[in-house]
């Protein structure tokens, strides 16, 4: 007899081993640490399986992610009403204190059509006022997973201005604290994952491209609850686990697409200005070192701050910096530090969170008009204040870190002034000249470049 349980996983038993092939084949990926390796004629250790499974067999049945249940269910041909529920939903009043713009009312109606899924939505969509808007209309018990203090504390804010909920639970570091709306850290949720397993109706999963990780799966797979929402700018992956994803949290189930937020206003059409330097380097397959030479160049930068004090001095609109190094970082600061009006402030992740709290606070504040900044602090939970260009020092290579930098200068502006990219290309080194090209791809798929 077939029987499907669905729990922190989704457990099937007595099904055909055909239909269990099948299943299984779905939640097989090559490993992409084994093909590069292999492609690179590197020494691959035992560890490196050359395929990842996404699944566990316990005895005669198997596990999967809960993710996979509306698969199962269509594969093995059983009616999803005859699946053994115990995931929980336990009600909360709770009110939606918002408005949403029309965009964001249909996607919010899209997730509640759907228990498991993930809402695509780029920077400026709004996409945490929607996850607050769907939680409201759930009305259960909620935990929002975030990876990063700045995360945790943006949730917090928005649900106590967004809702009536006056206190957030917090779970995170030596804070163990539940209430009916909770924001925690994800390794912090994990350590307690199988005590508060029942606690949750709903759990959504900021920036859910990254559930991938050993931690993240454990934490998905150990709690119960009735609904789960992953929220992503990007919800795809350059490893080509993708797949996995959404095996792993569900469905892309609504897309707020940039051409709608550019027609409606929310966010503008940057202009591409592309900025030829004249730095060379005999390439030998030593990128790292070439990068490390590349912005130590002192001519090259120079040229960068030149430019960076041209455009402040010609349109008086915070400017954003990025670079791939925390010395470079200074370094473009020290060029432009003494120039009257400007006022550059560095953020990069070896800064205390509370020097870059303030930091943040003073740029709102219009005491520092240039954020020079390393990318991976710009990443998720950097909640900036309205930036107006960006500079992009160091070579970008993976598409979606491209579009999440650009998407920080997209809101409108109160001066009406054009969002621009100041991208710098290095055409004498043909590894860097064909970087350029991938960025020019990239422009032209978002709409930026003709």
């Known amino acids: 007899m077939i029987k499907i349980i669905l729990k922190g996983s989704c457990l099937i038993h007595g ?22 390796a292999k492609r690179n004629g590197r020494f691959i250790p035992r560890s490196v399986p050359p395929t990842l499974e996404f699944y566990k067999e316990r005895g005669s049945a198997l596990m999967v992610p809960r993710g996979m249940c509306g698969f199962v269910c269509k ?4 009616d999803p009403k005859y699946v053994k529920d115990f995931t929980v939903c336990d009600p909360i009043n709770i009110q939606f204190k918002g408005k949403l713009r029309d965009y964001q009312e249909k996607a919010v109606q899209d997730v509640l059509g759907r228990r498991y899924g993930i809402l695509e939505a780029g920077t400026g969509s709004g996409k945490t006022i929607m996850g607050i808007a769907v939680a409201t209309k759930r009305s ?23 809702t009536d909920i006056e206190e957030v639970g917090v779970i995170s570091g030596g804070t163990f604290d539940i209430k009916d709306v909770t924001v925690g850290i994800i390794n912090s949720v994990n350590k307690c994952a199988a005590s508060i397993k029942k ?6 999963y900021d920036e859910c491209h990254r559930t991938l990780g050993n931690t993240w799966i454990s934490t998905i797979n150990t709690l119960m609850p009735k609904y789960h929402l992953g929220l992503s700018a990007t919800p795809y992956r350059s ?33 591409i200005i592309r900025v030829h330097t004249k730095f060379s380097y005999r390439y030998n397959n030593d990128y790292p070192q070439m990068l490390s030479a590349l912005t130590a160049n002192e ?7 030149n430019a960076i004090v041209n455009d402040y001095l010609r349109n008086k609109e915070p400017i954003m910096v990025v670079s791939d190094r925390v010395s470079h970082c200074e370094e473009l600061r020290y060029i432009i530090d003494n120039v009257k009006g400007i006022k550059p402030v560095v953020l990069s992740g070896r800064l205390s969170k509370e020097y870059r709290k303030q930091a943040v606070k003073d740029l709102y504040d219009r005491k520092y008009n240039i954020l020079i900044a390393t990318v991976p602090l710009l990443g998720e939970g950097f909640d900036a204040p309205d930036l107006n260009a960006v500079f992009l020092t160091t070579p970008m290579k993976f598409s979606g870190r491209t579009i999440q930098t650009v998407g920080r200068i997209l809101r409108p502006s109160e001066s009406g002034v054009p969002p621009r990219v100041y991208d710098f290309r290095d055409t004498l080194i043909p590894v860097l000249r064909y970087s350029g ?5 990239v422009y032209r798929k978002q709409g930026w470049l003709q």
């Open 199 to 204: 606690e949750f109706g709903f759990v959504i």
């Open 437 to 441: 090209f991938a960025r020019d791809r």
């Open 15 to 36: 099904a055909p081993e055909s239909k269990l092939n099948l299943i299984k084949k779905r939640l097989t990926f090559d490993n992409p640490k084994y093909v590069q």
């Open 239 to 271: 490893d080509k686990l993708t797949g996995a994803l959404f095996s792993i949290v569900g469905p892309i189930v609504h897309k707020v697409s940039k051409q709608h937020l550019e027609n409606t206003g929310a966010i503008l059409i940057p202009e």
């Open 140 to 162: 259960t018990k909620t935990l929002v997973i975030v990876h990063n203090r700045e995360l945790l504390l943006q949730w917090i804010e928005r649900f106590k201005t967004f």
């Open 299 to 305: 001519t090259r930068n120079i040229q960068i701050g």
């Open 75 to 78: 594969t093995i041909g059983v």
